[in-house]
């Protein structure tokens, strides 16, 4: 299932969620939990997993030249693990606490290629789990659609290859605060972060590299042609 950390595992408010967040947060309560449109239709989430109708999603991430995910492993009460790394349960490495060499709390990077597929699609089994997560949701059948669509979201995304950095602030001060940190949303309260932006900034200043190397390159097979 689609994990939902706030939620602490509650059946009554995995229950509750689907149906109140609409009322909180309007279509984006109702784009979140999968709910949204008629039936018969894919939800945003799984079309933005695609190249649809509404929008070339797919290819429009397959022009960059490299896609980072930044996924924090623990204590993050907004976004799990599995979900915010595109990862199945299966794939899911040994959790770490060991941060890599100048990056504290970064713990893992690795390189995920693209894996083929003819991409997400919305069957007929798909249609009928969320007509009833609609009508009467129920813990049961919210956990089956929801594995439903993951799993189509996941064979969607990993069309793309993708660079997957792991964080891990189980020895932050204020571990709770992961959600947080992971982009140091206030410099002096989610400062236990740094080491991850900083790991961003020399991403993106290797791939400048890369670029202007390529760049070079091509000039000069132009120049010798």
């Known amino acids: 299932m689609i994990q939902l950390p706030f939620?602490?595992?509650l059946s009554i408010l995995e229950k509750l969620a689907a149906?109140?967040?609409?009322?909180?947060?309007?279509q984006t309560g109702s784009q979140l939990f999968l709910t949204d449109e008629e039936p018969e239709k894919s939800p945003l989430l799984l079309r933005m997993a695609s190249d649809c109708e509404d929008g070339k999603?797919?290819?429009?991430?397959?022009?960059f030249r490299c896609r980072i995910v930044y996924a924090n492993i623990c204590y993050d009460h907004m976004v799990g693990w599995r979900t915010s790394s595109i990862r199945r349960e299966t794939e899911l490495i040994e959790p770490s606490t060991r941060s890599l060499d100048g990056y504290k709390h970064v713990v893992h990077v690795v390189h995920c290629p693209a894996v083929s597929s003819d991409g997400p699609h919305f069957h007929p089994e798909a249609t009928r789990a969320k007509e009833a997560v609609q009508n009467?949701?129920?813990t049961q059948?919210?956990?089956?659609y929801h594995d439903i669509l993951e799993e189509e979201m996941i064979r969607g995304l990993q069309q793309l290859s993708w660079r997957k950095v792991d964080i891990n602030f189980q020895s932050a001060l204020f571990p709770f605060f992961a959600h947080n940190n992971i982009h140091v949303k206030s410099e002096w309260l989610h400062n236990a972060g740094a080491g991850v932006v900083c790991?961003?900034?020399d991403?993106?200043?290797?791939?400048?590299t890369e670029d202007t190397f390529y760049a070079c390159s091509s000039c000069d097979s132009t120049h010798e042609f």
């Open 7 to 9: 939620l602490f595992g």
């Open 19 to 26: 149906p109140m967040a609409p009322i909180f947060i309007g």
């Open 199 to 201: 790991h961003v900034i």
């Open 203 to 208: 991403s993106i200043k290797e791939q400048e």
């Open 57 to 63: 999603f797919i290819s429009a991430l397959g022009t």
């Open 136 to 138: 009467e949701p129920t």
């Open 141 to 144: 059948n919210t956990l089956e």
